[in-house]
C-alpha cells in the first residue's frame, strides 16, 4: 500500500474508533470489524444519553472530573455535546467548583485522566525557559492535526482560586479554562494550548508529598521570575504570532507586572484582573438598575484587595466615569477596601502593596477599622463585594446590618471568592439577612432559595468570568486587534447587562442564564469586535469592512455601547466550532481535517 494509502486508511480506523457503536456499516466493512462489535448502530443522541447516565452515576463530584477527563481524551465530540447539552450540571465539574478538588490531587490521579494523550499541553521548567523552542517544536510534533494553537491559558499555579500556591497541580486551571472557551464561545478545541510554568512551589505540603509531579525547589526571586517568563512569552509568539494570551492565577504582584509588560505590546489579558472585573460589572450594571439610588450615590466596599479586588475596582470606576459622567476622581472616592489588616488608608502604619496604593483613602483623618464590622459602619455601604477568599467573612451580623443600613433601597451583595468552601456567604443567607431584598451574585454556583412565606423560587446570580472571558477569547481570535483595551472589556460588560431576556429581567436576575451561553457568548464577542474596530486597533480587513458598512445606529457618537448589529453577530456565530451532531458529519469534517489535500 502507499504511503498515502496508509495515512487514508490510518485516518478512517481512527474516525472509526471515534464513531464507536454509531459507525456505518460500509466502514464496519472496510475496517473487517463485522461480528467484532455489537451489531446495534446507534446515532450520537444515544451515545449521549449513555455517557450522561455514566457521568451522573458517579457517586462524587470528582470521580466526575475524572469521568469528563477521560471522555475528553476518548472522544472530543462526545465531551462538548455533553457540556452543551447539560451545561448547568457539567460546567461546575470540569471547572469551579470541582475543578478546584481536582487540582489540590493533581499529581496524585494526573496518570489516570488522559490515558490515550502522551501530553495535555506544556508543563515549562525554569531550565525549559532557555529551551522553549525546542519545547514549543516537541509541542507541535505531538498534535495530531499539525496546526497551530490560537489561544493559551498560562499559570504558574502560585495562586490557584482560593486554594494559594499548588504549584504544578494548577494545570487543572488552564485545562478547564480553556474548555470552556470551547463550549462556551466555540473556539477550535484542536487549536487550544494550557501550559503551567513550572518554576517550582513555595508550599512545604507539596514539596514533601512523594508523589508531587512539579519541581521541588522553591519559587524563584522576581528578577529571575521575570527574565524566566519573558523569554516563554517571547518564544510562543516568534512560534506563534497571533497568539492570544490569557494569563491565569499568577500572584497579586506577578499578574499586574505581566499585564503591565505585555498588554500593550502583542494580543494578551488577565482573567483575573480584566475579566472579573468586566463579569462583575456586567451584574452591578443590572444591580444598579433595581437597587433604587443613583450611581453617583453608592458607597462600595470591597473585602479583599487582590488583583481581582482591585481589577474590580478600576473596571466600575471607569463605567462610572464613561456612562455616568462622574469625574474619575470623584468616582474612586466611592470606592473603600478591607484587607487582612483592616481599612486600606495612606496613613494605616504599614507599606501598602503597589497595586492597593490606588484605592487607599486619604480622608480619612485619625480613623483607621481593623475589622469588616469596623469599616462597615464607617463607610454604610451601599454595597458589599467580597474577593477575600475567607469563607463566611458575610457573618449573619454584617448581612444584616448592611440590610439595616439600606431601609429603603435594595443592598447590594456580591461575595465572589470561590470554590465555595472560600465564599463570603451563601444565598440563603443573603437572603434571609436581608428580608429577601438583596441583589446577589456570586462567584460560585448556589443553589435556589424557596421565600418561605410566598413559596416563590429565586434564583442566585453567577458572576462567574465564563460569561465574559470566552467571549473576548473569541472576539480577540476572530478579529485580532493589535491588543485588548479596557473600553473593549467595558463593552463586553455592557453587552452582558443588555443581553438579559425579557423573562429574565421580569425576575430581577443580574445575569442570564447559564443555558443561554453559547448565544451569550456570542453577543458578547460581537461587542468587543464592534467596539475594537471603532477604535482602529483591527488588523483584520474583514471585520474592519463589515463592521463599517454594519455600524449601530448610534454610529461614532457613543464611546462605548456595547451594542452590534445582526449581521455582525451572524458572522460570528458562522465561525464558532460546535461538535458534530451526527455520524454523518463527523465523518465528513474528520476526513477533510485529516486529508486536507483533498479537500
Request: hydrophobic share 40%.
Amino acid at each position: 500500500m502507499s504511503e498515502a494509502g496508509e495515512s487514508r486508511r490510518n485516518s478512517i480506523e481512527l474516525i472509526g474508533t471515534k464513531a464507536g457503536t454509531a459507525m456505518p456499516a460500509e466502514m464496519r466493512n472496510v475496517l473487517k470489524l463485522k461480528g467484532l462489535i455489537p451489531a446495534s448502530i446507534e446515532d450520537f443522541s444515544k451515545q449521549d444519553l449513555r455517557a450522561f447516565q455514566q457521568f451522573m452515576s458517579k457517586p462524587t463530584d470528582l470521580e466526575k472530573y475524572e469521568f469528563m477527563a477521560n471522555l475528553r481524551c476518548l472522544n472530543v465530540n462526545m465531551f462538548f455535546r455533553l457540556v452543551l447539552n447539560h451545561f448547568r450540571d457539567v460546567a461546575p465539574i470540569i471547572y469551579t467548583p470541582t475543578v478546584g478538588e481536582a487540582c489540590l490531587n493533581y499529581s496524585h490521579i494526573y496518570p489516570f485522566l488522559y490515558p490515550c494523550k502522551t501530553s495535555v499541553g506544556m508543563f515549562i521548567t525554569l531550565d525549559d525557559a532557555d529551551n522553549i523552542d525546542t519545547v514549543i517544536e516537541n509541542y507541535r510534533y505531538s498534535m495530531a492535526e499539525h496546526v497551530d494553537p490560537e489561544i493559551t491559558v498560562i499559570t504558574d499555579g502560585s495562586r490557584i482560586l482560593g486554594l494559594g500556591d499548588i504549584g504544578i497541580n494548577g494545570m487543572g486551571i488552564p485545562i478547564g479554562k480553556l474548555q470552556l472557551y470551547v463550549a462556551a464561545a466555540g473556539l477550535n478545541p484542536g487549536r487550544t494550548l494550557p501550559i503551567v510554568l513550572d518554576f517550582g512551589t513555595n508550599n512545604k505540603k507539596y514539596l514533601n508529598d512523594p508523589l508531587y509531579l512539579g519541581t521541588r525547589e522553591l519559587r524563584p526571586d522576581d528578577k529571575t521570575f521575570y527574565e524566566a517568563t519573558d523569554k516563554v512569552i517571547t518564544g510562543l509568539y516568534r512560534a506563534f504570532p497571533e497568539l492570544l494570551v490569557q494569563f491565569e492565577d499568577f500572584s497579586t504582584d506577578h499578574a499586574f507586572g505581566l499585564l503591565d509588560r505585555w498588554r500593550e505590546k502583542e494580543l494578551c489579558f488577565n482573567d483575573d484582573i480584566q475579566g472579573t472585573g468586566c463579569v462583575v460589572l456586567g451584574g452591578f450594571i443590572s444591580a444598579l438598575r433595581l437597587a433604587g439610588i443613583p450611581a453617583k450615590d453608592h458607597r462600595i466596599l470591597f473585602v479583599g484587595a487582590g488583583s481581582a479586588g482591585v481589577g474590580v475596582a478600576k473596571q466600575l470606576v471607569e463605567y462610572f466615569t464613561l456612562e455616568h459622567k462622574i469625574p474619575e476622581e470623584q468616582a474612586k472616592a466611592m470606592f473603600w477596601f478591607v484587607d487582612s489588616r483592616g481599612m486600606i488608608t495612606a496613613n494605616r502604619g504599614d507599606k501598602l502593596a503597589q497595586h492597593k496604593v490606588h484605592f487607599a483613602r486619604h480622608d480619612n483623618g485619625d480613623t483607621q477599622c481593623k475589622s469588616i464590622e469596623e469599616a462597615l459602619e464607617y463607610v454604610r455601604p451601599t454595597a458589599l463585594i467580597g474577593l477575600s477568599t475567607v469563607y463566611k467573612a458575610f457573618n449573619e451580623k454584617i448581612l444584616t446590618r448592611l440590610n439595616e443600613m439600606n431601609p429603603t433601597t435594595r443592598p447590594i451583595v456580591f461575595p465572589l471568592s470561590n470554590p465555595d468552601t472560600k465564599a463570603e456567604c451563601t444565598f440563603e443567607e443573603a437572603m434571609r439577612c436581608t428580608n429577601n431584598r438583596v441583589l446577589f451574585a456570586s462567584g460560585t454556583a448556589f443553589p435556589e432559595y424557596t421565600i418561605p412565606e410566598t413559596e416563590d423560587i429565586v434564583m442566585p446570580g453567577q458572576a462567574n468570568n465564563m460569561y465574559c472571558f470566552p467571549s473576548i477569547g473569541l472576539g480577540a481570535t476572530l478579529a485580532k486587534p493589535k491588543w485588548i483595551t479596557d473600553t473593549m472589556i467595558l463593552a463586553v460588560a455592557k453587552a452582558l447587562a443588555n443581553s438579559l431576556s425579557e423573562d429574565e429581567k421580569s425576575l430581577g436576575e443580574l445575569y442570564p442564564r447559564v443555558e443561554r451561553i453559547r448565544d451569550v457568548a456570542s453577543e458578547l464577542a460581537a461587542a468587543f469586535i464592534t467596539q475594537a474596530v471603532r477604535e482602529g486597533k483591527v488588523k483584520e480587513s474583514h471585520w474592519v469592512d463589515l463592521v463599517k458598512e454594519n455600524m449601530p445606529d448610534e454610529g461614532q457618537d457613543k464611546a462605548v455601547s456595547g451594542h452590534f448589529t445582526k449581521r455582525i453577530l451572524g458572522e460570528v456565530r458562522r465561525l464558532m466550532w460546535s461538535p458534530a451532531s451526527s455520524v454523518e458529519q463527523y465523518i465528513v469534517e474528520s476526513i477533510a481535517v485529516a486529508n486536507p489535500d483533498d479537500t
